[in-house]
């Protein structure tokens, strides 16, 4: 790989944007840091005590409302052509996901007692923070590599981008691996005539299916490893992992080729000709991801430091991955991120989205977590179908953390063969969890709107010229491509 320096008439960047994207960050934390301030005037309340307390309400449900309409505006409000323009910006989504949180604990304040509203608050935060922070970091340190060149696209050469894209996705998260290849990928296949299948495949491969090895893979494994799951145990999905991204490869390939085959050769001979190699900037940020990795791993408050042995206080893994992402900004040159084109909008959205959300699923999870033995879902299969179907129509993260619950309310609380034990102290079936974790990660891909980066893509390809498949139609895709590989993965690992 070259180590070439880009120019500044290379780069490019997008001011205004950038900085929508940090001042909703700032206002996120600013939020965050007040709820906490003013949740911590409360009394605790042990957690089963609030969930039993929330759970005996008659009108419990009135409670998840917000919940549910802010679960609702993130998917509906996009699609409406009088509120799209507004709800862009940044700060829309952050005043409707915080009005929608905080119309949650007023439900708790007036319903159960001020209290129980706080806990609630400390509950939610004490997720957000650490949540946002791992992506912010991510979304930094990636944001500071840029592949550039151009190779020669070719469907093989195609179908090895993906699969990179595949591995790639777990150590930069599927959003950082997103941002980091679909632009390189989109220029070095500028000259296709039909440029939408790699994209559509790009989403479901490198956004989605390929995150599953590591919990800072995706959103939703990252929840679940706050909520206890051991660092290492998402390796052991490595199997439908491998089943499931082969198989999206294979297809794609086909498909490629046929398309490859179909614009015949002198449509690619500009591509063969100046086939350049690819070339990485900015390679510094490889380290500091290991180092991202590996705080992660190895440092959770109230366990001992490895090789120190000192229990680690709690946020010193937040700091540690705050003071990378800044090393990261002061040590790479403003140019690499401008050729890569990075802003804080993306990162902006997801904290303004979650920032509310995070408060709002607070009800629904108390009570799923109380009567969730009642809804019948008890086999690994339905767990699978139930977690992948509200992933697909709602973002994946919060379903994921509602299952988890479900399944802890089925699992024996006391360890057992086949059960895992969670570093919160409780215990949950590993097939259990196994299925809802597949049916998070991977069919978040049936939609534009089941995980963060697919909508991100589609608007990066959109702005390149890629005439990208409406919302039905590409959910006609998944269905076609998706769903039959999904069907048979489940068969095989999950039954």
Same mark, same amino acid.
């Given at each position: 790989?070259?180590?070439?320096?880009?120019?500044?008439?290379q780069a490019?960047a997008?001011t205004?944007?950038?900085?929508?994207?940090?001042?909703?960050?700032?206002a996120?934390?600013?939020?965050?840091?007040?709820?906490s301030?003013?949740? %911590?005037?409360?009394?605790?309340?042990?957690?089963?005590?609030?969930?039993?307390?929330?759970?005996?309400?008659?009108t419990?449900?009135?409670?998840?409302?917000?919940?549910?309409?802010l679960?609702?505006?993130i998917?509906?409000? #996009?699609?409406?052509?009088?509120?799209?323009?507004?709800?862009?910006?940044n /700060?829309?989504?952050?005043?409707?996901?915080?009005?929608?949180?905080?119309a949650?604990?007023?439900?708790?304040?007036?319903q159960? /007692?001020?209290?129980?509203?706080?806990t609630?608050?400390?509950?939610? +935060?004490?997720e957000?923070?650490?949540?946002?922070? %791992?992506?912010?970091s991510?979304?930094?340190?990636?944001?500071?590599?840029?592949?550039?060149?151009?190779?020669?696209?070719?469907?093989?050469? @195609?179908?090895?981008?993906?699969?990179?894209?595949?591995?790639?996705?777990?150590?930069? !998260?599927?959003?950082?691996?997103s941002?980091?290849?679909i *632009? #390189?990928l989109?220029?070095? @296949?500028?000259?296709? /005539?039909c440029?939408a299948?790699?994209?559509?495949?790009?989403?479901?491969?490198?956004?989605?299916?390929? !995150?599953?090895l590591?919990?800072?893979?995706d959103p939703? %494994?990252f929840?679940?490893?706050?909520?206890?799951?051991?660092f290492?145990?998402?390796?052991?999905?490595?199997?439908?992992?491998?089943?499931? @991204?082969?198989?999206?490869?294979?297809?794609?390939?086909?498909?490629?080729l046929?398309?490859w085959k179909?614009?015949?050769?002198?449509?690619?001979?500009?591509?063969?000709?100046?086939?350049?190699g690819?070339?990485?900037?900015?390679q510094?940020?490889?380290?500091?991801?290991? =180092?991202?990795?590996l705080?992660?791993?190895?440092?959770?408050?109230?366990?001992?430091l490895?090789?120190?042995?000192?229990?680690?206080?709690?946020? %010193?893994?937040?700091?540690?991955?705050?003071?990378?992402?800044?090393?990261?900004?002061?040590?790479?040159?403003?140019?690499? *991120?401008?050729?890569?084109?990075?802003?804080?909008?993306?990162? !902006?959205?997801?904290?303004a989205?979650?920032?509310?959300?995070?408060?709002?699923?607070?009800? #629904?999870?108390?009570?799923?977590?109380?009567?969730?033995?009642?809804?019948?879902?008890?086999s690994?299969?339905?767990?699978?179908?139930?977690? !992948?179907?509200?992933?697909?129509?709602?973002?994946?993260?919060?379903?994921?953390?509602?299952?988890?619950?479900?399944a802890?309310?089925?699992?024996p609380?006391?360890?057992?063969?086949?059960?895992?034990?969670?570093?919160?102290g409780?215990?949950?079936r590993h097939?259990?969890?196994?299925?809802?974790?597949?049916?998070a990660? =991977?069919?978040?891909?049936?939609?534009?709107?089941?995980?963060g980066?697919? +909508?991100m893509?589609?608007?990066?390809?959109?702005?390149e010229?890629?005439?990208? #498949?409406s919302?039905?139609?590409?959910i006609?895709?998944?269905?076609?491509?998706?769903?039959?590989?999904?069907?048979?993965?489940?068969?095989? =690992?999950?039954?």
């Amino acid at each position: 790989m070259s180590n070439q320096f880009p120019t500044n008439s290379q780069a490019h960047a997008d001011t205004p944007t950038a900085s929508h994207g940090k001042v909703t960050i700032l206002a996120a934390i600013l939020a965050a840091t007040l709820a906490s301030l003013i949740a %911590l005037r409360g009394h605790s309340v042990h957690t089963e005590n609030l969930y039993a307390l929330i759970a005996a309400r008659p009108t419990w449900i009135i409670g998840c409302i917000p919940f549910v309409v802010l679960l609702l505006s993130i998917a509906i409000v #996009p699609m409406i052509p009088a509120m799209e323009h507004w709800w862009e910006r940044n /700060s829309s989504k952050l005043l409707v996901s915080c009005t929608l949180g905080l119309a949650a604990l007023a439900w708790l304040a007036n319903q159960v /007692s001020l209290d129980a509203a706080a806990t609630a608050a400390i509950h939610g +935060l004490d997720e957000y923070v650490p949540f946002i922070i %791992l992506l912010l970091s991510l979304f930094v340190i990636s944001g500071g590599i840029s592949v550039g060149g151009r190779f020669t696209a070719t469907p093989r050469m @195609n179908t090895t981008m993906l699969a990179f894209g595949a591995v790639l996705a777990n150590l930069l !998260g599927t959003t950082g691996a997103s941002m980091l290849l679909i *632009r #390189p990928l989109l220029k070095a @296949n500028a000259h296709r /005539s039909c440029r939408a299948p790699l994209v559509i495949f790009f989403i479901f491969i490198v956004s989605n299916c390929g !995150g599953l090895l590591l919990p800072i893979g995706d959103p939703p %494994l990252f929840l679940g490893y706050l909520r206890g799951v051991p660092f290492e145990w998402t390796l052991t999905l490595w199997k439908p992992w491998l089943f499931v @991204n082969a198989a999206i490869l294979c297809v794609f390939y086909a498909i490629d080729l046929r398309g490859w085959k179909q614009e015949g050769f002198h449509q690619h001979r500009e591509s063969v000709a100046h086939g350049q190699g690819i070339t990485l900037h900015g390679q510094s940020n490889a380290l500091l991801l290991i =180092f991202s990795v590996l705080a992660v791993a190895l440092v959770a408050p109230g366990k001992p430091l490895p090789l120190i042995g000192v229990m680690a206080p709690k946020l %010193l893994r937040e700091g540690i991955l705050i003071a990378l992402a800044g090393l990261s900004l002061v040590i790479t040159p403003m140019t690499i *991120r401008k050729l890569q084109g990075f802003s804080f909008t993306p990162i !902006g959205e997801v904290a303004a989205i979650f920032s509310g959300l995070f408060l709002a699923m607070q009800i #629904p999870m108390a009570i799923l977590s109380t009567n969730g033995g009642e809804l019948g879902i008890n086999s690994p299969l339905s767990f699978f179908w139930i977690t !992948g179907a509200l992933s697909s129509v709602l973002d994946n993260a919060p379903t994921y953390v509602v299952f988890l619950e479900v399944a802890n309310t089925q699992t024996p609380q006391h360890i057992a063969e086949g059960i895992l034990p969670l570093t919160s102290g409780e215990f949950v079936r590993h097939d259990f969890l196994a299925a809802i974790s597949c049916g998070a990660v =991977f069919m978040g891909a049936m939609t534009y709107i089941g995980n963060g980066p697919n +909508l991100m893509v589609r608007a990066i390809a959109a702005k390149e010229g890629v005439n990208m #498949p409406s919302f039905g139609r590409y959910i006609l895709w998944a269905c076609c491509v998706l769903l039959p590989i999904l069907a048979a993965a489940s068969y095989l =690992f999950l039954r």
